[in-house]
């Protein structure tokens, strides 16, 4: 089966630019993340969706970002204006819908904001 | 706000010794309970699953949890060194419908030969 896939799987881009990120959730999978992994401050939950509704979204750090889900099988995130201190490993992760269902995580972008 | 928290690390242990890894968390009424594993640049790996009271095992792995010590460990026998890496305590947070993960920052695990 096919796992959690994101595109791209890096990206430099220069300041002010516009970033799109894409994730496509394991089939059958309700419920959706993106989290944002930097050294100083782990791995923390930006948004998730639960059947393409976002769910909560406190942790989207400023209206620069941005993130949608059009149907079950496709999600974006978006930073726009991008900055340097945006540049971090981004992952989507996938699960089933419930508290003890594990989450599974793509491969992740590495962001790059020069 | 929800925390979860783990030594840093490093943790070195030689190979074939048992490493044991600790995390704590604040939010008393969370139910289930991860570990993943990451390896340097990759993603996390989920290894553990745990919900109940007790002790675990699958394979070289074994999950505790102390729902009253608020307290999740993993410990790792006959440890390799293709163990090395960082592993994630993850926590479902309490409440309604909420599926949030709150993680710690992980403990880097070195496993000498």
């Known amino acids: 089966d096919a796992g959690v896939i994101q595109s791209p799987r890096h990206e430099v881009t220069e300041m002010g630019q516009e970033v799109t990120l894409r994730c496509k959730p394991i089939s059958g999978h309700n419920s959706l993340f993106w989290y944002r992994q930097t050294m100083m401050r782990g791995l923390e939950l930006l948004i998730y969706f639960n059947n393409n509704v976002p769910i909560d979204d406190s942790g989207m750090p400023e209206d620069r970002f941005s993130a949608k889900m059009p149907n079950a099988s496709f999600s974006t995130l978006k930073i726009q204006p991008s900055e340097p201190r945006d540049s971090a490993v981004y992952f989507c992760a996938s699960s089933r819908t419930g508290g003890q269902q594990p989450q599974h995580f793509g491969d992740g972008t590495r962001l790059s904001i020069l | 706000q929800k925390e979860v928290e783990q030594n840093s690390g490093p943790l070195s242990v030689p190979e074939g010794a048992i490493a044991s890894l600790n995390c704590t968390y604040s939010d008393r009424g969370s139910q289930s309970f991860f570990w993943y594993r990451q390896y340097s640049g990759k993603s996390p790996e989920l290894i553990m699953s745990?919900?109940?009271?007790g002790d675990k095992e699958d394979g070289r792995f074994t999950a505790q949890l102390n729902k009253a010590s608020q307290y999740v460990s993993l410990l790792i026998r006959d440890s390799q060194p293709s163990d090395s890496a960082t592993y994630l305590c993850?926590?479902?947070?309490?409440?309604?419908?909420?599926?949030?993960?709150?993680f710690g920052k992980g403990t880097l695990l070195t496993v000498n030969p």
């Open positions: 993850a926590v479902v947070e309490s409440g309604g419908s909420n599926y949030k993960l709150t």
């Open positions: 745990i919900y109940s009271n």
